[in-house]
T-cell receptor
Framework: QQQVKQSPQSLIVQKGGISIINCAYE??????FPWYQQFPGKGPALLIA?????SEKKEGRFTISFNKSAKQFSLHIMDSQPGDSATYFC????????????FGKGTKLSVKP | DAGVIQSPRHEVTEMGQEVTLRCKPI?????LFWYRQTMMRGLELLIY????????DSGMPEDRFSAKMPNASFSTLKIQPSEPRDSAVYFC?????????FGEGSRLTVL
């Protein structure tokens, strides 16, 4: 049973555009929602994370929007750059950042110059 | 800190052979995780340790897989015998009181 569903599987965006990746979860006990960024040949690295007591968190060009009632959260990348081309994973866990992460299947983002 | 260190980075072996993947977590981290990444299934948690003790191995595919953590600075994931369907990238990750840090992975190809 897939507890975190991520879409789209792949995304192509022009430089300067907005990239949007969506995730939906099933378990209402989840209380920590991070996004990881993975470059080819590297391990995933934490990009940004949110807890359900806020609806939005912004760090530079990256924003997480969180909709608790819909059990959905999304990553927005503003002014997308070719260097943002990577695979992005959403994840969720119980017990905050100390819980075990359940990952979505990933979105491969390509930003065209 | 050097981060999570995994070896080998690449392994090509033949079906039936034993494979051992190694991981050195970040010093001071008390939790260690083994993940498997494939195109079809994404990132799957295989097993995790807390203070060197296996806590949850429900993600280990079958008895051919085993993991050990003899001390706080070393862990192994062993596959015996290996099969072509085990081909994947295996990641080790460690955590202290904050975020999860991943190694660069071990790419396993079983012919």
């Amino acid at each position: 049973q897939q507890q975190v569903k991520q879409s789209p599987q792949s995304l192509i965006v022009q430089k300067g555009g907005i990239s949007i990746i969506n995730c939906a979860y099933e378990n209402t006990a989840f209380d920590y929602f991070p996004w990881y960024q993975q470059f080819p040949g590297k391990g995933p690295a934490l990009l940004i994370a949110i807890r359900p007591d806020v609806s939005e968190k912004k760090e530079g060009r990256f924003t997480i929007s969180f909709n608790k009632s819909a059990k959905q959260f999304s990553l927005h990348i503003m002014d997308s750059q070719p260097g943002d081309s990577a695979t992005y994973f959403c994840a969720a866990s119980k017990e905050g950042s100390q819980g075990n992460l359940i990952f979505g299947k990933g979105t491969k983002l390509s930003v065209k110059p | 800190d050097a981060g999570v260190i995994q070896s080998p980075r690449h392994e090509v072996t033949e079906m039936g052979q034993e494979v051992t993947l190694r991981c050195k977590p970040i010093s001071g981290h008390n939790s260690l995780f083994w993940y498997r990444q494939t195109m079809m299934r994404g990132l799957e948690l295989l097993i995790y340790f807390n203070n060197n003790v296996p806590i949850d191995d429900s993600g280990m595919p079958e008895d051919r897989f085993s993991a050990k953590m003899p001390n706080a600075s070393f862990s192994t994931l062993k596959i015996q015998p290996s099969e072509p369907r085990d081909s994947a990238v295996y990641f080790c990750a460690s955590r202290g009181t904050g975020e999860l840090f991943f190694g660069e992975g071990s790419r396993l190809t079983v012919l």
